[in-house]
């Protein structure tokens, strides 16, 4: 595969200019970028895949829910049916609004509103026209959204794959030039170990050559399962299927095979399961020999699963997997959100 991706070296060179022209034409501005008035905050990345920007945006939506602000959420719903602005409800599904959305809406309720729109102008106006001008808006995965300017950015890259060493699309998976770091006020090194050394922090802040103070490092913390059926209860698990549509799924995996025997069945990003895949799922997991066993699947792949009713059932054993994130250095992180939210 990785051969056939640098046959590809062309088309990176050819995709690359075109996003270089594109972004210049931004900064000339030849084309507009629309300010967001008032407080707005944008996640996101420079590549594609799983860089673990939910999390990111739980973390905000939390922080500033703590705060008692109201807080909005606004993304383009990807994988989603639907098409143009959809304000988020309680009957909304994961078909309507996209599977991180759904567990954004799942996880808080009415304490957010969230709302999606490919063209974010669009949801912007929405929002303080409709919702609240004194919202402090989450754009999710807007980073290459150039359209919209949010007045502080976050930019993720995961500690194994950081975009110092990565390339453009399709012999590597940047979505833009390194240098769109530029466009971001803090970095967030995702996925880092928990006890990551100085050293090594140190090492990394020399390859991203970003303002050192502004470099944060995030770790994965994994919380307790959660039973679709109220009648299963987690367990020491001898032996698990892991289901998963996500990104990248390698910590998930690493995480269980210190626990128990893993099987991975493997889906792609935002995968819409169909009957099917559940059948399949279903006979794979039969054909366990043990008697302490689960099928577990992240939370946001459950918001696209939850559909399927024998998800729910006690023989059946699925579980989801919660996970969250702890940011070394988490106050000062929240120094820097805090005194941008005071200025505005």
């Known amino acids: 595969m990785k051969i056939i991706r640098w046959l590809l070296f062309p088309f990176s060179f050819i995709y690359g200019i075109i996003i270089f022209f594109r972004n210049q034409a931004y900064d000339w501005g030849i084309m507009k970028s629309y300010p967001i008035p008032g407080r707005a905050i944008t996640v996101g990345n420079l590549s594609v895949g799983g860089t673990g920007k939910t999390p990111h945006v739980d973390f905000l939506i939390q922080h500033f829910l703590s705060q008692n602000e109201n807080v909005t959420v606004l993304s383009r719903g990807y994988g989603r049916k639907t098409k143009g602005l959809v304000v988020a409800n309680e009957h909304s599904t994961a078909s309507e609004i996209g599977d991180e959305p759904k567990q954004y809406l799942q996880r808080y309720g009415n304490k957010i509103q969230i709302v999606l729109a490919e063209k974010r102008k669009e949801g912007v106006d929405y929002i303080r026209e409709k919702i609240s001008d004194n919202s402090i808006i989450i754009l999710d995965d807007a980073f290459q959204h150039r359209a919209v300017s949010a007045g502080f950015s976050i930019l993720i890259t995961p500690f194994d794959d950081l975009f110092t060493d990565d390339f453009m699309l399709p012999t590597g998976n940047l979505r833009e030039w390194q240098n769109g770091k530029n466009r971001a006020d803090v970095i967030i090194v995702s996925k880092s170990p928990s006890t ?79 009957a099917a895949d559940i059948q399949a799922i279903h006979e794979k997991f039969g054909k366990f020999a043990s008697v302490n066993k689960a099928i577990i699947t992240t939370e946001k792949d459950f918001m696209r699963l939850q559909q399927f009713d024998v998800v729910f059932e006690k023989e059946n054993a699925w579980f989801y997997q919660p996970i969250s994130i702890t940011i070394k250095n988490q106050t000062t992180f929240n120094v820097l959100l805090d005194e941008y939210i005071r200025q505005v």
């Open 196 to 274: 990551i050394s100085s050293e090594k922090e140190t090492e990394i802040r020399s390859k991203l050559k970003f303002l050192d103070d502004h470099v944060f490092f995030s770790s994965l913390e994994y919380n307790d399962l959660v039973a679709a059926s109220k009648e299963n209860v987690p367990s020491d698990f001898e032996e698990v299927l892991l289901v998963t549509g996500i990104g990248n799924p390698q910590p998930l995996i690493d995480f269980w095979e210190k626990k128990c025997r893993v099987h991975h069945m493997a889906f792609p990003d935002h995968h819409n399961y169909s």
